[in-house]
């Protein structure tokens, strides 16, 4: 198996799919490899950045582009990227295919290692093929604390986008703000990678 050297890079993979043709993409075969943070490392790190630390807008997805590139240029690869504007890269159907999450009982993709924080940084492409991979869904044991957990009742059912924002503009929406999503901190997978000042990044963004 081709190894994309991510030591000192902050990121590690999250699992890879085969690409198929109906993917589009100028790659009609291979395997795409999807980047996630390295974390609880990741955070301290990102924010010794230069993209951290200058005045400017997305830093997060401009050093996302700097360091994945230059990872798919040393693979001889290609970078694929879940943002950007329309039209979106399939990011959360090919998340399925890796075998390594799920989507669960309140949408959002929940990830064997990370849980409800699995996001995606990136894909690299790769002409060679990898063995799938396979692991248990962790929904298939678990009583669902993420089903009741957000305090504006925004999953019943899909997502009320709405409903969350105007939450978020309250002052009841201060944990979810300064902690993240209380609906996704509900999930007992990955509660030692977390970071308050990460998941509040996240959600100024979102806001
Ligand atoms: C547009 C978008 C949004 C929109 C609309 C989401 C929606 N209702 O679908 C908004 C702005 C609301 C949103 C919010 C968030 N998003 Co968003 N979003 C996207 C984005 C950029 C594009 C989605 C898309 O249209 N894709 C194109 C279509 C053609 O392909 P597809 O994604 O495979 O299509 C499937 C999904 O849309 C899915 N789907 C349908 N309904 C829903 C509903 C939800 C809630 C989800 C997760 C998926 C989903 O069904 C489609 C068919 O299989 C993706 C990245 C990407 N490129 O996919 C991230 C992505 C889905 N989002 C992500 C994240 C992290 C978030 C936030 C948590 C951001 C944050 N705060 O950090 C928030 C949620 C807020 C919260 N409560 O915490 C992650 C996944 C997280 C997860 N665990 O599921 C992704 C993959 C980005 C990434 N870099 O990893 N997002
Ligand atoms: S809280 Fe349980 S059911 Fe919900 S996503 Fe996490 S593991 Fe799955
Ligand atoms: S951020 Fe808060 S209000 Fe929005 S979906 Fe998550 S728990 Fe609900």
Same mark, same amino acid.
């Given at each position: #198996?081709?190894?994309l050297? !991510?030591?000192?890079t902050?990121?590690?993979? #999250? /699992?890879?799919c $085969?690409?198929v043709p109906?993917d589009?993409?100028?790659?009609?075969?291979?395997?795409?490899?999807?980047?996630g $943070?390295?974390?609880?490392?990741?955070w301290? #790190?990102?924010?010794?950045t230069?993209?951290?630390?200058?005045?400017?807008?997305?830093?997060?997805?401009?050093?996302?582009?700097?360091?994945?590139?230059?990872?798919?240029a040393?693979?001889? =690869?290609?970078?694929?990227?879940p943002? /950007?504007?329309?039209?979106?890269?399939?990011?959360?159907?090919?998340?399925?295919?890796?075998?390594?999450a799920?989507? &669960?009982?309140? /949408?959002?993709?929940?990830?064997?290692?990370? /849980?409800?924080?699995?996001?995606?940084?990136?894909a690299?492409?790769?002409?060679?093929?990898?063995?799938?991979q396979?692991?248990?869904?962790?929904c298939?044991?678990c009583?669902?604390?993420?089903?009741?957990a957000? $305090?504006?009742?925004?999953?019943? $059912? =899909?997502?009320?986008?709405?409903?969350c924002?105007?939450?978020?503009?309250?002052?009841?929406?201060?944990s979810?703000? &300064?902690?993240?999503? #209380?609906?996704r901190?509900?999930?007992?997978? =990955?509660?030692? !990678?977390?970071?308050?000042?990460?998941?509040?990044f996240h959600?100024?963004?979102?806001?």
């Amino acid at each position: #198996m081709s190894d994309l050297n !991510l030591a000192g890079t902050g990121l590690i993979e #999250m /699992g890879h799919c $085969p690409v198929v043709p109906s993917d589009g993409l100028a790659h009609d075969h291979g395997t795409l490899v999807f980047l996630g $943070p390295d974390e609880p490392t990741f955070w301290p #790190m990102f924010n010794q950045t230069p993209e951290y630390n200058d005045d400017a807008s997305d830093s997060l997805d401009r050093w996302s582009r700097r360091t994945i590139d230059a990872i798919a240029a040393r693979a001889h =690869g290609a970078a694929y990227y879940p943002f /950007g504007g329309e039209p979106f890269l399939p990011f959360y159907t090919w998340a399925l295919r890796t075998g390594q999450a799920w989507a &669960s009982p309140i /949408g959002f993709l929940v990830h064997k290692n990370a /849980g409800l924080f699995a996001s995606y940084r990136g894909a690299v492409w790769i002409s060679e093929d990898r063995p799938i991979q396979t692991a248990t869904q962790p929904c298939l044991t678990c009583d669902a604390p993420c089903k009741a957990a957000c $305090p504006a009742d925004a999953f019943a $059912p =899909g997502y009320d986008v709405a409903a969350c924002k105007a939450h978020l503009n309250a002052p009841q929406g201060a944990s979810c703000l &300064s902690d993240g999503c #209380m609906a996704r901190r509900a999930c007992p997978v =990955g509660t030692d !990678l977390r970071i308050s000042a990460q998941a509040a990044f996240h959600m100024k963004a979102f806001r």
